[in-house]
């Protein structure tokens, strides 16, 4: 199994075209030399973004080579370099503009420079830039009240830090100090950070590190309903299922069942007297691919979770504030509160932000030695956060998230009977996965030469998307929450168009 990140970047190719005019209705010209039929019309915009006028391409790529650390790597053989955004579009330094269906990886939630945010953070920045958390100011109070009155139960108490990575963490440590167990279980195939201590909890080999940092950690078995041992037609919380046959029915999900089976074969074998510190799960499986879990499967290991002496850890990095539109957080989609929640990406919209929030009696572990954030609760970062709340209810964007999503999930279902290489569709609001295969019944991953050919057909055409899973083989749908129906409507034609070049590729003589 080939899984390293030269599979993610390799074979890539570029053949995108100069805009003739930066207009308020810009249009791209057809590229794609193989077919030279009309491409997808994106939709008019009416922005007219500023002339580029810093270091050309090859200075850039010159600094990039001589002094960033190669690991940074950027989609495309030929990159972007993006100069300007606005809400769902970016812009690159020679005019194209590009329908964002990635959002900063998930990160952009409101839309670029959004201009609610932009005012506020402007005023901030005339007034305080930073003080640490040592003296007291407004905007940390204000933003506290109002990100937990979001979460119900007792998780009424906010830690904020900067990154995922540090949110996970600081949860990993609350969970070991507060139970005074120390063994932590994850899900395989998920994403929760990169940082060394969280690094164990990620079971995403294309993400690991040949470094020990699994002391304490338990993978147990993914519960993917589309790859996993288990599941089918009545297994998602999705307007899209499987077209996999099983013995589930509507009122119950037996696959569920199976894969809390195995979850107890972790506690039973592998934890010390069954005792445990925390169990962590992301909503909907992000970085791994758009992954789902069965329907009840969630409510009954966090119920497995707490009667073994641990507490229960909802990575909503990717999944919170609205985007999966029925409920406002993931984990209200399953039907549970867990214990400790991590919040990043779209909490700042693309300002460097994230938060831990938990419960009282949880957070008093803290108190056993000093802990400090420089960063966290920065004035400017609190206004970034306090005013994406605000832009959220005020547009309306977690019904908009599920509007447009169901929306664009109904366009991209059928596809998977259109075309051999779409093997699933599934999601839930604005959070959508394509897994791509050469063959429907083995499920074989589509390879990364053709997967590579596909999304640079996408980006020709003005949409750029995101790529994830084990094998790098799904297709990534996560944008900023204000892309509209129409946005919708092109990224679909875009993607078939995409999908119709790749059958006729595969059918060229070799």
């Not at 950690?217 to 499987?242: E, F, K, L």
């Amino acid at each position: 199994m080939k899984n390293s990140m030269k599979n993610l970047f390799k074979g890539f190719s570029t053949k995108g075209t100069k805009l003739q005019n930066v207009s308020a209705t810009i249009q791209q010209k057809p590229s794609l030399k193989e077919n030279q039929d009309v491409e997808p019309k994106m939709p008019d915009f009416s922005y007219k973004p500023q002339v580029y006028e810093g270091p050309s391409y090859e200075k850039l790529e010159g600094i990039k080579k001589q002094h960033v650390v190669q690991c940074i790597r950027q989609y495309y053989k030929k990159p972007l370099v993006i100069h300007e955004g606005r809400m769902q579009w970016l812009y690159d330094t020679e005019g194209r503009r590009y329908l964002d269906m990635f959002g900063g990886i998930v990160t952009v939630s409101v839309g670029h420079c959004h201009p609610k945010i932009n005012e506020v953070v402007k005023k901030q920045m005339d007034k305080l830039w930073h003080t640490t958390n040592i003296y007291m100011h407004p905007k940390l109070y204000e933003y506290a009240e109002k990100l937990v009155a979001k979460f119900p139960g007792k998780l009424k108490v906010v830690y904020l830090v900067n990154s995922g990575s540090e949110a996970n963490d600081l949860a990993m440590l609350l969970a070991r100090i507060h139970t005074k167990n120390h063994d932590i279980i994850s899900f395989r195939n998920a994403y929760h950070g990169m940082s060394p201590y969280v690094m164990g909890i990620t079971a995403h080999s294309t993400w690991r590190f040949d470094v020990p940092v699994n002391n304490g950690i338990h993978h147990a078995m993914n519960p993917d309903v589309y790859r996993g041992w288990w599941g089918g037609q009545y297994c998602r919380d999705s307007p899209v299922q499987t077209d996999r046959e099983c013995g589930c029915s509507q009122d119950h999900c037996q696959a569920g069942d199976n894969y809390y089976s195995e979850l107890e074969q972790v506690f039973r074998y592998s934890l010390p007297r069954g005792k445990v510190a925390g169990f962590f799960a992301e909503s909907i499986q992000g970085v791994g691919g758009v992954v789902q879990y069965p329907k009840g499967f969630l409510k009954k290991a966090f119920e497995l979770v707490r009667s073994n002496g641990g507490v229960c850890i909802s990575d909503e990095v990717q999944t919170g504030f609205g985007r999966l539109g029925s409920h406002f957080w993931g984990f209200e989609t399953h039907e549970v509160v867990p214990d400790i929640v991590t919040l990043a990406k779209g909490i700042g919209n693309g300002y460097p932000l994230a938060a831990v929030i938990t419960t009282p009696r949880i957070s008093e572990a803290l108190n056993q030695a000093l802990h400090f954030n420089t960063y966290g609760g920065n004035p400017i970062a609190c206004t970034v956060g306090l005013s994406v709340l605000e832009v959220i209810e005020e547009e309306g964007l977690q019904k908009n998230s599920a509007d447009v999503g169901t929306h664009l999930l109904n366009l991209l279902a059928p596809m998977r009977e259109e075309f051999p290489c779409v093997g699933d569709v599934r999601g839930k609001g604005l959070m959508i996965g394509m897994e791509l295969i050469t063959d429907k019944e083995s499920k074989a991953p589509l390879g990364n030469k053709h997967f590579a050919d596909i999304w640079e057909d996408c980006k020709d055409m003005g949409v750029l998307i995101g790529r994830g899973g084990l094998m790098a083989n799904v297709i990534r749908l996560k944008p900023p929450m204000c892309v509209t129906k129409q946005d919708a409507d092109f990224t679909a034609e875009v993607l078939r168009k995409a999908f119709q070049n790749h059958t006729r590729r595969m059918k060229l003589p070799k």
